[in-house]
């Protein structure tokens, strides 16, 4: 990135942040909050502490970064070093992004191209170029189903965390991250003392990690037979659920009916996230270092739409020299795919090819 593209992208974001500060959210006491920042062409820079909300964006909009991180744990020091910091506790948070979930429509949008020739090909990634012998590295596209699945995990943690773990919808905000996923965090006094094993557990539950043993399907398909009663609660009821819909014609073992029901059911939520009582977070209102796009509060999940919703960079016309971008969509509109050569785009398209090092202003 040259330093033509790091003061373009400075200026977009700094422009953003003026224009709107106040949509930035901050959590409640700041000032207990550790704060970090990426700078556009830099390495990560932690242990900040502001006095309030106020103090913060003045920094943000001196800096103008390319990420703007928040701990969702609440310290003593936020900005001493981890061990000193003196830990208060912190907010359940969830991580689901559409890279994660296996969807069938990952062969068309990710691939690999090579940083020296800029050739290309399908995953999995060769260790080299295949025709220079250069750096070889992976590129991950998206599409609507990718982020329909990703809604949809999205919901599995709201339904665990509803049904399962009996947090009141109030208590849960969902937040579109600003790239490829979702970020939900629960502001439940019951999880702000748990520790990362605690929150391991949680975690593991809703991946379906470990069942615990009254939820084994042995055991859930014993009490059906027993009673034939009400389908039971949590593991359980979605165990049972799926079992009945497939009862006709099933042709696997057991080993696999389980083994289905729970892969049908589970939510693929990044685990590290969850378990990370010391992480930052990307703060809501921000944007994203990658996209241009921001990490924005999803107010209704059924209407929200990640393509449009979240651009918030202008359509003002940027001249761009791109290396190399495969066909993508924004805002409804479909880009690409460029190799060496010059083009014009909307400055919030232009964002993803530049932030990642694709591209550089012309
Ligand atoms: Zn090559
Ligand atoms: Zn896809």
């Known amino acids: 990135m040259n330093a033509g593209t790091i003061s373009f992208l400075r200026q977009v974001y700094r422009e953003y942040y003026f224009r709107r500060a106040r949509s930035i959210e901050f959590p409640r006491d700041v000032h207990t909050r550790e704060f970090g920042y990426i700078p556009f062409g830099g390495g990560m820079v932690r ?3 502001f006095r309030s909300g106020g103090e913060a964006v003045a920094e943000i909009l001196k800096q103008s970064p390319s990420s703007v991180y928040c701990s969702n744990a609440r310290y ?45 090909g399908r995953l999995p990634r060769p260790s080299n170029c295949l025709k220079c012998g250069g750096p070889a590295v992976e590129f991950h596209g998206t599409c609507e189903v990718c982020m329909a699945a990703a809604k949809e995990h ?4 709201v339904d665990f965390l509803t049904e399962d773990f009996g947090v009141t919808l109030r208590a849960i905000t969902i937040f579109f991250s600003g790239n490829r996923g979702y970020h939900l965090q629960v502001s439940d006094e019951r999880f702000y003392l748990l520790d990362q094993l605690g929150r391991a557990e949680v975690a593991d539950y809703m991946t379906g990690t470990s069942l615990p043993p009254s939820t084994t399907i042995a055991s859930t398909l014993r009490r059906r037979h027993a009673d034939a009663g009400p389908q039971g609660k949590g593991w359980s009821r979605r165990i049972n659920g799926y079992v009945e819909g497939k009862r006709e014609e099933y042709p696997g073992t057991m080993q696999r009916l389980a083994s289905d029901a729970v892969a049908s059911q589970r ?26 796009m921001c990490k924005m509060r999803v107010e209704s999940v059924d209407r929200f739409d990640s393509q449009r919703d979240p651009v918030v960079l202008s359509a003002k016309p940027v001249a761009i020299k791109a290396d190399f971008y495969p066909r993508f969509m924004v805002n409804g509109v479909e880009f690409g795919p460029f190799k060496s050569q010059m083009v014009e785009l909307p400055t919030y398209a232009a964002v993803s090819i530049l932030t990642r090092g694709l591209g550089e202003v012309a």
């Open 267 to 292: 939510a693929m939520i990044d685990s590290s996230v969850t378990t990370d009582i010391h992480r930052v977070f990307r703060l809501a209102g921000t944007l994203h270092g990658n996209t241009g």
């Open 76 to 120: 003593e020091s936020p900005a001493a070093p981890i061990e000193e910091k003196g830990w208060l506790g912190a907010e359940l948070i969830f991580d689901i992004d559409a890279t994660d979930i296996p969807t069938p429509c990952k062969k068309g949008h990710d691939l690999w191209y090579c940083e020296k020739c800029l050739s290309s």
């Open 154 to 157: 999205a919901l599995r943690v």
């Open 47 to 49: 242990h900040l502490s």
